[in-house]
Nanobody, 118 residues
Framework: QVQLVESGGGLVQAGGSLRLSCAAS????????MGWFRQAPGKEREFVAS????????YYGDSVKGRFTISRDNAKNTVYLQMNTLKPEDTAVYFC???????????WGQGTQVTVSS
């Protein structure tokens, strides 16, 4: 089992940047595909980005392409989400998640709030 703890959220002005971190427990972090999702009030959870086990492949949701970058450090059991040129519509709770294979993510963090003021 994997436990995930996000950090790095906060309040930032539009156009600013934040870097989220997600620390994972366990010694098998490198075997998991890692993803970031977000959920704004009254909206469905939205895919933000994912990264393959080795970090060689990354995928992004259309709304964040060119502004967000996902990365991972398997030696530190951590995945990151660098968010640049933030917009008010990026305001949401951001969750990291892990999966072994397949479509569904098996493990989720508790989330970290990101608020972008206009």
């Amino acid at each position: 089992q994997v436990q995930l703890v996000e950090s790095g959220g906060g309040l930032v002005q539009a156009g600013g940047s934040l870097r989220l971190s997600c620390a994972a427990s366990g010694r098998t972090f490198g075997s998991y595909v890692m993803g970031w999702f977000r959920q704004a009030p009254g909206k469905e959870r939205e895919f933000v980005a994912s990264i393959s086990q080795s970090g060689g492949y990354t995928y992004y949701g259309d709304s964040v392409k060119g502004r967000f970058t996902i990365s991972r450090d398997n030696a530190k059991n951590t995945v990151y989400l660098q968010m640049n040129t933030l917009k008010p519509e990026d305001t949401a709770v951001y969750f990291c998640a892990a999966k072994n294979a397949g479509y569904l993510y098996d493990y989720w963090g508790q989330g970290t709030q990101v608020t972008v003021s206009s």
